[in-house]
């Protein structure tokens, strides 16, 4: 079975840009979740999507958003970048997203902001 | 104000000992409990996840408490090896929600 997959895996912006992060689930998965990962703040939960629907979001801008296709591939855009936007950008698929479903993780896609 | 803390320096131990990890919680109610072993570039794998009825899961070398009065989870690796060598994750759920609250990481290194 093939894993997570995001694309691309490195992108490089400049300040003001937009950008938009392409994660494919594993097959059957339908809950996608995405993260934001920064050496001071850890690994943080920016939202997660289940059947093309926002489900739950974590405390980030409405500078941040996603979205889900009916395939449970998702898309997570973020406007007007920032020099703080720079970090790896994480996504995560699961069964339904409970709890007790195992999250697996993408790669990550590196996004620079300069 | 809500926080979860791992131990922050780095953890040094040589083959064949056990290591101890720490996670702590302030201010949330998880409902589970989970443990993400993080290797350089790569993401989070899933490891062991822990209900808050709970007291201790194992799998292989693998051990994990949950301690709700202390909020407090230990993970545990015995007869650990080189390759055990990673950053290790604690996540928590809170209870009624679906979202994932992350601790920064220990980085653990076995020393053959």
């Known amino acids: 079975k093939a894993g997570v997959t995001q694309t691309p895996r490195y992108l490089i912006k400049t300040r003001g840009q937009q950008v938009t992060l392409s994660c494919s689930p594993i097959?059957?998965?339908?809950?996608v979740s995405w993260y934001q990962q920064t050496p001071g703040q850890g690994l943080q939960f920016l939202f997660e999507?289940?059947?093309?629907?926002?489900?739950n979001k974590g405390n980030f801008p409405g500078r941040f958003s996603g979205r889900q296709f009916s395939n449970s591939r998702s898309e997570m855009n973020v406007s007007t970048l920032e020099l703080g936007d720079s970090a790896l950008y994480l996504c995560?698929?699961?069964?339904?997203?409970?709890?007790?479903?195992?999250?697996?993780f993408g790669p990550g896609t590196r996004l620079t902001v300069l | 104000s809500q926080k979860i803390e791992q131990n922050s320096e780095a953890l040094n131990i040589q083959e064949g000992k056990t290591a101890t990890l720490t996670c702590n919680y302030t201010?949330?109610?998880?409902?589970?409990l989970q443990w993400y072993r993080q290797d350089p570039g790569r993401g989070p794998v899933f490891l062991l996840l822990?209900?808050?009825?709970?007291k201790e899961k194992r799998k292989e070398r693998l051990k994990v408490t949950f301690d709700t009065t202390l909020k407090q989870s230990l993970f545990h690796i015995t007869a650990s090896q080189p390759a055990d060598s990673a950053t290790y994750l604690c996540?928590?759920?809170?209870?009624?929600?679906?979202?994932?609250?992350f601790g920064t990481g220990t980085r653990l290194k076995v020393l053959a």
């Open positions: 995560a698929s699961s069964l339904v997203g409970s709890p007790t479903d195992t999250q697996y």
């Open positions: 097959s059957g998965h339908r809950s």
């Open positions: 999507y289940f059947s093309e629907t926002q489900r």
């Open positions: 201010n949330y109610s998880p409902a589970y």
């Open positions: 822990i209900r808050e009825n709970e």
């Open positions: 996540a928590l759920v809170p209870s009624g929600t679906y979202k994932y609250i």
